[in-house]
């Protein structure tokens, strides 16, 4: 018998929260590294050290980013294993298993275009376990498009993908416990 604290969020769902916190101590060191560098270096220009640290702060942030990758690829892989290992395939009939759907994502360049089939097509599976259990669909294919489009798109990638993929992470594992029977 499960408990219900292990009911509350689908496998991996807890992934989303470590990538908000990553992204919130990523632009928390961007930003604060950038003001605070400028807040305490010198007036007539020159150098000190306080002001040197400061500007390294920025740098510090990427550690933040490198947990929103990791904790955002967990996500996407314990949520294409949540589907039916039958219910596995987009509806262009491509199979996709949880591994790929990672492993894809570290193509250079083929990744701008994996992001649209392997979000899409989560959505699609989702939505078509669902209606096979006699629920309705409620995986967002709409957000999987918007999401991966604006992934894609300079300086949007860093400024609205984030939140529409947050967005995007709420809503599917939504859905995934519905689709897992869960409550809570």
């Not at 499960?2 to 992934?15: F, N, R, V, W």
């Not at 392997?118 to 259990?133: F, K, P």
């Not at 918007?146 to 939140?163: G, R």
Request: charged share 10%; with cysteine; net charge positive.
């Amino acid at each position: 018998m499960q408990s219900t604290a292990s009911l509350a969020a689908p496998p991996g769902g807890a992934m989303k929260w470590l990538y908000i916190g990553g992204l919130a101590g990523y632009w928390l060191f961007a930003i604060g590294g950038v003001v605070l560098a400028a807040v305490l270096a010198p007036v007539g220009g020159g150098s000190n050290d306080r002001a040197a640290f400061a500007s390294m702060l920025p740098l510090m942030g990427l550690v933040f980013l490198i947990l929103v990758v990791v904790a955002a690829m967990v996500w996407l892989h314990n949520a294409w294993s949540s589907v039916p290992e039958q219910m596995r395939y987009t509806d262009a009939g491509k199979w996709i298993t949880p591994g790929q759907a990672v492993g894809y994502c570290f193509i250079p360049f083929y990744n701008l275009y994996w992001w649209f089939v392997t979000s899409l097509g989560l959505c699609e599976a989702i939505n078509r376990t669902l209606v096979a259990q006699g629920k309705q669909p409620k995986a967002p294919k709409g957000l999987a498009i918007a999401a991966s489009v604006s992934q894609v798109v300079p300086y949007c990638n860093f400024l609205v993908a984030p939140i529409l993929w947050t967005v995007f992470m709420f809503m599917v594992d939504g859905a995934r416990k519905e689709m897992l029977g869960q409550t809570g």
